[in-house]
């Protein structure tokens, strides 16, 4: 790993231990991983690997929570179709701010634009540090074929898209993906593994999978679960602004990630995800972020866990 990475992956670090509003996989939240999605043949899966859907419980008063009341508010404000144009409304624009304004606030994205401001990437003011993130993720541009404002950042990997009716792209959201399945318009058809990928894990918080949206398939999508809104947003928009690789080596917890972040035109977002390389244990042992203090003795605590116990 090259030195910007380790510096990159040391932040991301502090990020993952600052999401005070991931969920807990088996507590928070439980999916069913069933069998592996099966290989497409053109347009007809023939071969699906899962009978039920993959989440089977969702404590949903974490969606009572700011961030992700204002995420969840912003999923019903887009065409999916690309080239269909978008009409943004001055109510959806409206939601668009108030969602910025209520994950700047949290200690993800501080972190995040106190990083970015030493680098010189991001404006130490907090109002033009929302333009800016405005201009990533949800000023619209023409996506490939289309020659009008069909597409943003954020709708493209939060929400999702369809292409000529048959596929999808982008769809990189764990509460979208819930939310959806929940309705009736998902049909999950397993998880995505080959010869040189990690077993998936119920316990794990990175799923690479296969699953059908309104008509279309997503052959193979990668997501976080569980994580919160503002731990995607100020991860991804990291990545964005610090490289100008189209796929970024992190390492974080007990996951090696490779994060995929396309840009559009050098300005936007054109899609980011997680791509799951192996899960590093570093020895199963996990040192405790506080030293618990007693009097003049300073006590540095270890835990030995195994992998299934981190999340």
């Known amino acids: 790993m090259i030195e910007g990475d380790r510096e990159l992956s040391a932040m991301i670090q502090e990020i993952w231990d600052n999401d005070v509003n991931r969920l807990r996989p088996g507590i928070d939240y ?13 347009l007809v899966d023939d071969n699906d690997g899962a009978g039920l859907p993959l989440f089977t419980f969702v404590d949903e008063n974490i969606f009572k929570k700011e961030t992700f009341l204002a995420f969840i508010s912003l999923l019903d404000n887009y065409e999916s179709d690309t080239g269909e144009p978008e009409i943004v409304t001055p109510e959806e624009e ?38 800016q993130l405005y201009h990533i993720w949800f000023e619209l541009y023409a996506r490939r074929g289309s020659s009008k404002p069909d597409s ?15 596929t999808v792209i982008g769809f990189h959201n764990w509460i979208q993906l819930y939310l959806q399945e929940k309705l009736g318009h998902i049909d999950y058809k397993g998880y995505s593994v080959n010869a040189n990928s990690p077993q998936p894990d119920e316990n794990k918080h990175i799923l690479a999978l296969q699953f059908s949206w309104k008509n279309g398939i997503k052959p193979k999508g990668s997501i976080f679960i569980g994580v919160s809104p503002e731990f995607e947003f100020a991860l991804y928009t990291l990545c964005f602004l610090t490289s100008p690789n189209e796929r ?44 618990e203090q007693k009097g003049n003795a300073n006590y540095a605590v270890w835990l030995v866990v195994t992998p299934a116990n981190i999340n």
Do not use: W
């Open 30 to 42: 439980r999916i069913s991983l069933q069998g592996k999605a099966g290989d497409l043949t053109g």
């Open 248 to 291: 970024v080596k992190v390492s974080f917890n007990i996951y090696d990630v490779e994060i995929v972040c396309h840009h559009h035109n050098q300005k936007h977002i054109g899609t980011t995800y997680p791509v799951l390389v192996k899960y590093s244990c570093f020895g199963n042992r996990v040192r405790l972020s506080a030293l």
């Open 94 to 131: 409206l939601e668009n701010h108030k969602f910025l304004d209520s994950i700047i606030k949290t200690p993800t994205m501080k972190i995040a634009h106190k990083y970015l401001v030493g680098k010189h990437l991001s404006p130490e003011d907090t109002t033009d540090f929302k333009k």
């Open 152 to 166: 943003s950042g954020f709708e493209h990997v939060f929400v999702g898209e369809t292409r000529g009716g048959h």
